[in-house]
Nanobody, 115 residues
Framework: QVQLVESGGGLVQAGGSLRLSCVAS????????MGWYRQAPGKQRELVAK???????NYADSVLGRFTISRDNAKNTVYLQMDSLKPEDTAVYYC?????????WGKGTLVTVSS
């Protein structure tokens, strides 16, 4: 059974930083593609960042240069380092994993950025 458990969300002032973690079980983060999505109130879920099994990274234009996705294979964990946060980054952030078996989602962690 695949489980993705996010943590690290919270309330932060604009310009601050947060690091989100996603602990995976039932899959291996170094083999699967891993990513972070977010969904703001009243908006569609959107891709924030992803990392492939080969280590290639892609970012949404809105977070490029501010967010960094990484993984710790020994801990089977994926991270999203978020710097220079803006109020428009406020959203529920979801960890996702994908392989030939399908796409898996965590339950999300709320990030609120105050102005």
């Amino acid at each position: 059974q695949v489980q993705l458990v996010e943590s690290g969300g919270g309330l932060v002032q604009a310009g601050g930083s947060l690091r989100l973690s996603c602990v995976a079980s039932g899959i291996i983060v170094s083999i699967n593609g891993m990513g972070w999505y977010r969904q703001a109130p009243g908006k569609q879920r959107e891709l924030v960042a992803k990392i492939t099994s080969g280590g290639s990274r892609n970012y949404a234009d809105s977070v490029l240069g501010r967010f960094t996705i990484s993984r710790d294979n020994a801990k089977n964990t994926v991270y999203l380092q978020m710097d220079s946060l803006k109020p428009e980054d406020t959203a529920v952030y979801y960890c996702t994993s994908y392989d030939v078996g399908g796409v898996y989602w965590g339950k999300g962690t709320l990030v609120t950025v105050s102005s």
